[in-house]
């Protein structure tokens, strides 16, 4: 039993009584990473070790380029002995980019795990909806371009409706890499790793045996391609998720297991100073590998 209610703020601390014990749980501190006003993707190499910094997956166009040199820099990156992703506090947005890094560093079968997207179905509503949020949140809803932009979109809609409304990919991809990586793989995660940033963690320990080190992340990685939709009488908006992954173990609301916990104090500090604690954690052989 916990003895803390479930109403009002989180307690700082809570007791767990057990049958034959109780224990004092305390709130871990959240360190917050210092440089998420950075690029959205940086590497450097510092000794033996590529250091991957992701911060986001989302962004205007300077961001947008700079993620589309992620894979560009594969060549750079698997010179080096071991890689380090650090996607701390990354919040997600789209991942393609990474996938095209794992493409280039994966040889051989792995599961990415079950979708099911009944995104087809709702395309062109879709579109629909995220213009009609666009122009209620720019205020521009009752101009003559915005109206003129939805007639056009409408036909658009119209013209291309769809039947299919559920698509099903099992989730198995070969990997065919002229280059793999051979190392060890680390990635650094906390408690702000969301949505798509999680994909990193996932995906590259599925397919290149990473190990995932730090905290539990934020635990919105199970539902995705979020659309939103207008409702016609209020004029609110609200966001829907079209696709359900299923890869292995359910990590809504609970977030990724992390192979090794770093302490609280660890969680802030740079990548580049933990590296004689993954030194400690690679020597040990702890967390997965295929």
């Known amino acids: 039993m916990i003895a803390a209610s479930t109403l009002g703020p989180s307690p700082a601390a809570i007791r767990l009584r057990c049958p034959s014990s109780e224990l004092a749980l305390a709130r871990r501190s959240r360190a917050v990473p210092s440089d998420l006003g950075g690029p959205a993707y940086t590497s450097a190499i510092v000794g033996d070790t590529a250091i991957l910094r992701v911060r986001r997956f989302a962004g205007d166009d300077a961001d947008l380029a700079k993620l589309e040199e992620l894979p560009a820099d594969?060549?750079?990156h698997r010179r080096a002995r071991r890689i380090v992703f650090d996607v701390r506090s990354n919040g997600g947005g789209d991942d393609s980019t990474l996938f095209k890094w794992i493409f280039q560093a994966a040889a051989g079968p792995w599961n990415q795990g079950v979708t099911v997207d009944f995104s087809a179905g709702v395309g062109p509503c879709?579109?629909?909806?995220?213009?009609?949020?666009?122009?209620l949140v720019s205020g521009e809803i009752d101009g003559v371009d915005a109206i003129a932009e939805r007639d056009a979109a409408l036909a658009t809609l119209t013209a291309t409706a769809s039947d299919e409304v559920l698509e099903v990919?099992?989730?198995l991809r070969e990997g065919r890499a002229e280059r793999p990586f051979a190392g060890p793989i680390f990635v650094l995660v906390d408690r702000g790793?969301?949505?798509?940033g999680e994909s990193v963690p996932q995906y590259l320990r599925?397919?290149?045996?990473?190990?995932?080190?730090g905290e539990r992340s934020a635990g919105f990685v199970d539902f995705g391609n979020v659309v939103p939709f207008v409702l016609p009488r209020t004029g609110l908006w609200v966001q829907v998720p079209t696709t359900r992954f299923f890869s292995g173990r359910s990590a809504e609301m609970v977030g990724l297991e992390v192979d090794t916990y770093l302490?609280?104090?660890?969680?802030?500090?740079?990548?580049e100073a933990l590296l004689p604690v993954i030194d400690a954690?690679?020597?040990?052989?702890?967390?997965?590998?295929r």
Do not use: C, F, H
């Not at 790793?193 to 798509?196: E, F, H, I, P």
């Not at 302490?263 to 990548?271: F, K, R, V, W």
């Open 169 to 171: 990919d099992a989730g």
């Open 263 to 271: 302490d609280a104090e660890l969680m802030g500090q740079p990548a």
């Open 281 to 289: 954690i690679e020597a040990a052989g702890a967390g997965p590998r």
């Open 206 to 213: 599925l397919a290149l045996g990473a190990r995932v080190i």
């Open 74 to 76: 594969y060549a750079k």
């Open 126 to 135: 879709r579109d629909w909806n995220a213009l009609v949020v666009g122009q």
């Open 193 to 196: 790793t969301a949505s798509s």
